[in-house]
């Protein structure tokens, strides 16, 4: 004869599921306390997250190579890589968030998991895509509103890097913004 299972008592069966419930409760508690890293800072932000330094607001919406032989990329720059190099552009918006004036970040360093470092290109000054640091009343940003970057297709002002193509596959690439001995780290996308 076969052998049945032992039956617990009906009490104990109501009790499974709230125990249960529980310790779902008790799991998800602690896969939140793991995420307390602070994005920008503890760890690199995304792209497309704006990160608070200093009163002002910056976030990195693209990053992509450009080819200045195609549009709308030949209003971006106009000189093309040498060979075994790629030029990106990393397009941003910083917005001051505060009440106050504050001046908006002059300091930015591409940095390969190599630890190799690049800083941006220089761009003309009549360049209507580039970032340029300047002092911002509340809630003004760069780029400024109503403007031809702020209306193009990345709806951000442009930081202009020229990398070696092997170094594009060192990967992460992440842009460190600087201020007043500030730092927030950003996670291109490239």
């Given amino acids: ?40 800072i503890d760890e690199p932000a995304r792209e497309g997250l ?3 330094m200093g009163g002002v607001d910056y976030t990195v919406f693209i990053t992509r190579e ?3 032989r195609i549009t709308p ?24 968030v505060s009440k106050d ?5 002059s300091e930015f360093t591409v940095t390969d998991n190599q630890h190799n470092s690049f800083q941006p290109e220089p761009l003309p000054e009549d360049n209507q ?6 002092t911002l009343d509340p809630k003004e940003c760069i780029p400024e509103a ?4 702020q209306l193009g297709p990345t709806a951000g002002s442009m930081l202009l890097f ?21 730092k927030r780290t950003f996670e291109l996308d490239i």
């Fill in 162 to 182: 020229q990398f070696p193509l092997e170094n594009t596959e060192n990967r992460p690439l992440e842009l460190e913004i600087e201020q007043n001995g500030e």
């Fill in 73 to 96: 990329d030949n209003a971006y720059i106009t000189d093309e890589a040498p060979p075994g190099e790629a030029m990106y552009g990393v397009f941003l918006r910083a917005c001051n």
């Fill in 1 to 40: 004869m076969p052998r049945s299972m032992p039956r617990l008592p009906r009490p104990t069966l109501r009790r499974l599921p709230i125990a249960a419930c529980l310790l779902a409760l008790a799991a998800l508690l602690a896969l939140a306390a793991c995420g307390d890293k602070e994005p920008g």
């Fill in 50 to 52: 704006a990160i608070e």
């Fill in 101 to 105: 004036q504050r001046e908006s970040a």
């Fill in 66 to 68: 450009l080819n200045p």
């Fill in 129 to 134: 895509f580039a970032y340029n640091s300047r």
């Fill in 146 to 149: 109503g403007s031809v970057a």
